[in-house]
């Protein structure tokens, strides 16, 4: 028996060793690339017709076609790795096969060290499959990989939203030029995979925050409401949140969706159930686009990432030039101020606390709203190419730099 157990204590000792030396393998403390996140205006737009083109063409039962250009497809998948782990990442598109190389911080960046990963993949009938995979030194031979591949895909189903997508893709093809999607659409997102989007304890926080801005709609007179107000309102409310940072979040969530005057059904289903918040127009500083930029691009600040924001932002102004109202600084101030407040909203708690002690003294929606009067709005394409030589340009860089400045500049947003 004492035989045995020694046995068994050398092949524990023997397989911790070789975990730890994989471990050795796979870890490296430099990143095989650091890349920042840069959504382009125009990746945003080209995303935006896609989704377009399948509102407008697909019904439910139809298999359908989805061409996304290979740089947007890279920047794609450097954003998601950037946002879920903190790293960086790149896409290469080639004839039948794509490979991604990818640097990730163990433990978001709170530990030493870096997991680079490089992957490729074949295209087949159906999804891709793995043709080779390297972590750090440490490459993991064509049989393991074989046998971990259904692994992978159990393991992946037992996430709705996952499930939901890999069920959807029947056919994914890689070409130098583009990475194309064929795809079953079954008539829409089911309503308990959008609720996952959003966890059990944060839908409640939200309704919460949703009742509480319906009695404070309910109070005010049927006209346009100022922003302040309103936002004092939650925040105040937001300061007796256990959780300083998801009731700031929740907050301006709300207030996001009654100034865009949708429900919040779209994100939340259950919501279809919850008491309606009368309709009512929100202004900042006067304007009631203004509320609508300033509050939007605070909720993406607080929810997402600022650089999504931004281009969001950026994207709708372009838009404008082409048709529409036209291209407006003082709504990129509007959006500007917006992201920099859903930051600080949801830093940290610290941050968020402070916040909610601001509001608690004597501001006005001017200290929400960098001053505006003077910059150049609803200008057409070709004036706007004109007088600031378009986007990047050193006149519209001049532009922006004094809008930031401007935005800086307030109080209740440093």
């Known amino acids: 028996m004492r035989r045995v157990f020694a046995v068994g204590a050398l092949a524990l000792l023997l397989l911790g060793a070789g975990l730890l030396g994989l471990g050795w393998l796979a870890i490296e403390f430099d990143p095989m690339l650091e890349r920042k996140v840069v959504l382009h205006p125009l990746s945003v737009g080209r995303a935006k017709d896609i989704l377009e083109r399948h509102r407008a063409r697909v019904r439910p039962g139809m298999l359908a076609t989805a061409t996304i250009l290979a740089e947007d497809a890279d920047v794609a998948v450097n954003y998601a790795v950037h946002r879920f782990t903190g790293g960086s990442a790149t896409l290469q598109l080639l004839q039948g096969t794509a490979r991604c190389r990818s640097s990730i911080p163990l433990a978001g960046g709170r530990l030493p060290g870096f997991l680079n990963i490089d992957v490729s993949l074949d295209e087949t009938a159906g999804w891709p ?43 994914v093809r890689f070409s130098p030029g583009a990475l194309v999607v064929v ?28 009742d509480i801005l319906a009695e404070a709609v309910e109070a005010q007179p049927d006209r346009p409401a100022p922003l302040w107000p309103l936002l004092r309102h939650v ?19 709300v207030l996001a969706f009654l100034a865009l005057d949708k429900s919040v059904e779209s994100v939340i289903p259950d919501a279809a159930a919850w008491k309606r918040l009368q309709r009512r127009t929100v202004n900042l500083d006067g304007r009631e686009d203004f509320a609508k930029h ?91 190419r004109k007088r600031f030589g378009g986007v990047g340009a050193p006149a519209y860089r001049a532009m922006m730099e004094e809008i930031e400045r401007r935005v800086e500049a307030l109080p209740l947003l440093r």
């Open 183 to 210: 795809y079953l659409w079954e008539g829409g997102v089911q309503g308990d995979v959008r609720s996952l989007a959003l966890p059990d304890a944060e839908q409640r926080r939200i309704r919460r925050y949703h």
């Open 235 to 253: 925040l105040l409310e937001a300061a007796q949140d256990e959780d300083p940072v998801g009731g700031n979040r929740a907050a301006i969530l």
């Open 294 to 384: 300033f509050l939007v691009s605070a909720m993406l600040a607080a929810y997402a990432d600022t650089v999504l924001s931004d281009a969001i932002g950026l994207y709708k102004e372009i838009e404008d030039s082409r048709g529409g109202s036209g291209f407006s600084f003082n709504d990129i101030a509007a959006d500007r101020a917006g992201t920099r407040f859903g930051e600080k909203a949801t830093r940290s708690r610290e941050s968020a606390r402070g916040l909610q002690d601001q509001f608690s003294g004597a501001l006005t929606d001017r200290d929400l709203m960098p001053e505006w009067v003077d910059l150049p709005e609803f200008l057409p394409e070709e004036e706007f």
């Open 129 to 171: 499959t793995l043709h080779s995979l390297r972590v750090g030194g440490l490459v993991v031979p064509r049989q393991v990989l074989r046998f971990a591949e259904p692994v992978l895909f159990r393991l992946l189903h037992g996430n709705a939203q996952v499930q939901y997508l890999l069920d959807s893709v029947r056919l």
